[in-house]
């Protein structure tokens, strides 16, 4: 090596010393700027903004920046388009269920988020699909009030050589589900919507795996599956039109929640006994932040499982039906500590 570069490489040498020298006098002056809070140790068990310090007056460099990163994914997370077709793909193979591609009355994202009452209700060319599937299943796709079957629902089940209502439902070998085919003709006691919602990313991850769970735990008993409703810039209550196309019993909405900002992958479930549109709040069940680092898959479909029961049971689904179930079942409960204890 050349006097030349050895001297080079001693300049470098020192510079790099003076730099790793410089980081740790900064950290220490960040240290001594940034004031800690003393619940810090709380945070490790919560995703909240909590504990987070002061630099003066001032919320600290470090958690600024996350704070604008989580915001970006929250709106990121609104604006996200989802792949209907993947989905739909994705969900037959697994599930064993047909789909059917629907759209709401907001033609693009803008318009959704607009005016949200055009969310609630499905375009022209969704509303004449399901009637052509109602006519093709040979049901009219009626009910009486709150929920009484339409006339000759059984018969016509009987006259087609399939189950009734209250028989057993057939079961699809490769998931476990239960499969909607035994339920053409005979109108369908319980349907799934799937709508985007506010957060796109919410569907895509969490939404076949909870079908997956859910329809296992109906598989053994007598649900009539309607096929699944994929609504693109769909809201809650397009259940309700969805539900009542399809001649439905009940009707669960699968959707995006409005993202938060430690959120923004949160899934709402929405149950609505005899749905029919002009339905408000007050007649569905909610089960609100589906995902793994929320409620999960398994607690939100023993829960369901249970309202969908009761609303069979009694008929009805809203404030007057309630979430008695206190908590997952003895296969899920854990032993829980208080968290106030692990501190030290």
């Known amino acids: 090596m050349s006097q030349h570069d050895k001297d080079n490489t001693d300049q470098q040498n020192h510079l790099d010393r003076q730099g790793q020298q410089s980081q740790r006098e900064r950290a220490a002056a960040r240290d001594e700027v940034v004031t800690a809070n003393p619940w810090q140790a709380l945070r490790r068990f919560t995703a909240a903004r909590i504990a987070l310090g002061r630099s003066g007056v001032s919320l600290p460099t470090a958690p600024q920046l996350d704070f604008q990163l989580a915001h970006a994914r929250a709106r990121d997370a609104v604006h996200l388009p989802l792949d209907h077709a993947a989905l739909a793909a994705a969900l037959t193979a697994a599930c064993g269920l047909p789909c059917l591609a629907l759209h709401s009355a907001a033609q693009n994202r803008h318009v959704y988020l607009q005016r949200p009452d055009l969310g609630r209700r499905l375009d022209e060319a969704s509303r004449r699909l399901l009637q052509a599937h109602g006519r093709a299943a ?13 006339p000759g629902r059984d018969d016509a089940a009987a006259a087609a050589g399939r189950p009734s209502s209250g028989q057993p439902v057939a079961e699809d070998r490769r998931s476990g589900a239960a499969a909607a085919s035994v339920s053409a003709g005979a109108g369908y006691d319980l349907a799934f919507v799937i709508a985007d919602g506010l ?3 919410a569907i895509e991850q969490n939404a076949l795996p909870f079908l997956r769970v859910m329809l296992a735990r109906l598989a053994a008993e007598q649900w009539s599956l309607a096929p699944l409703a994929l609504v693109d810039q769909g809201r809650v209550a397009v259940g309700d039109e969805v539900g009542q196309l399809l001649g439905a019993r009940a009707v669960v909405v ?4 409005r993202p938060g900002l430690s959120s923004p992958d949160s899934m709402g479930l929405y149950l ?7 339905l408000t709040d007050a ?7 589906v995902r793994p680092a929320g409620l999960r898959y398994e607690e939100a479909a023993y829960k369901l499982h249970y309202l969908l029961e009761q609303s ?33």
């Open 138 to 150: 040979g049901r009219d796709g009626e009910q009486g009030p709150r929920g009484e079957p339409g």
């Open 254 to 257: 699968l959707v995006g929640e």
């Open 199 to 201: 957060s796109a990313l």
């Open 283 to 289: 007649s569905r069940n909610c089960i609100s932040n």
């Open 272 to 278: 609505t006994w005899a749905p029919q549109v002009g």
């Open 312 to 344: 069979r049971l009694r008929q009805l689904s809203g404030v007057a039906l309630k979430d008695e179930t206190g908590g997952a079942d003895g296969a899920l409960a854990a032993p829980q500590r208080n968290f106030l204890l692990d501190l030290d």
